[in-house]
């Protein structure tokens, strides 16, 4: 039987995941998360041969899930399944550790190919990561600003940059609108900019944002 754990904040993404798999997969255990401490309860109580992963959750982010998977459970491979392009948070979750990322648009018959392909062992990643990566190999010597954030700050810039408020990325990310404020700061001076608007044109400049 294959045990497969899906996290995700979403009841309609879990049950739509549940029936791809169900219907794939002969004999197939699936188990559910909403949040990023039920994901971290669940790993620590079963074992599981893949999880599903997304980055938006509540209480922590995919990627501090599955930096803390990693630690607790390194053999467990990870799928990221996210909202967000390959773009923004493809490499950062491949050196994290995933065994692939893939957004929420790719459709059905992509997703199943992807949980086989990490089930024998291998790496999912699409041609457009794979060039990601490649580059980013070639510029290791010469980090950019925005590398040097933290995940969560990244992920706040990213929602900065896209022009969301402060209020709209605190419920986003089920955090208080002083710590988004917080995390405003510190990407601000990281980056030893001033304003939202420097954020913006930096983070068009280099693709962070479609």
């Not at 188990?31 to 997304?54: F, K, P």
């Not at 982010?61 to 909202?83: A, Q």
């Not at 790496?123 to 490649?134: D, F, N, P, Q, V």
Request: net charge negative; glycine share 6%; hydrophobic share 40%.
């Amino acid at each position: 039987m294959t045990a497969i754990l899906i996290a995700d904040d979403h009841p309609i993404v879990r049950q739509g995941l549940r029936q791809i798999l169900e219907m794939e997969f002969e004999s197939v255990k699936i188990g559910e998360a909403e949040n990023s401490w039920q994901a971290l309860e669940l790993i620590r109580a079963q074992d599981w041969d893949i999880m599903i992963l997304d980055i938006t959750m509540p209480h922590g982010s995919g990627l501090d899930v599955l930096k803390e998977v990693k630690s607790e459970r390194p053999k467990l491979p990870v799928l990221i399944l996210s909202i967000h392009p390959e773009d923004q948070y493809g490499v950062r979750a491949l050196r994290a550790g995933a065994s692939g990322y893939m957004t929420k648009e790719s459709a059905p018959k992509e997703l199943v190919e992807a949980v086989k392909l990490i089930l024998k062992g291998r790496k999912y990643i699409s041609s457009t990561l794979a060039e990601k990566l490649a580059d980013k190999i070639g510029t290791d010597a010469s980090i950019l600003p925005h590398e040097k954030l933290s995940d969560r700050e990244y992920q706040v810039l990213c929602l900065i940059a896209s022009g969301k408020s402060i209020s709209d990325i605190a419920a986003e990310l089920y955090l208080s609108v002083k710590t988004i404020g917080t995390f405003r700061t510190r990407i601000l001076d990281k980056m030893e900019m001033k304003t939202n608007a420097e954020l913006i044109r930096y983070a068009i400049k280099y693709g962070l944002i479609e």
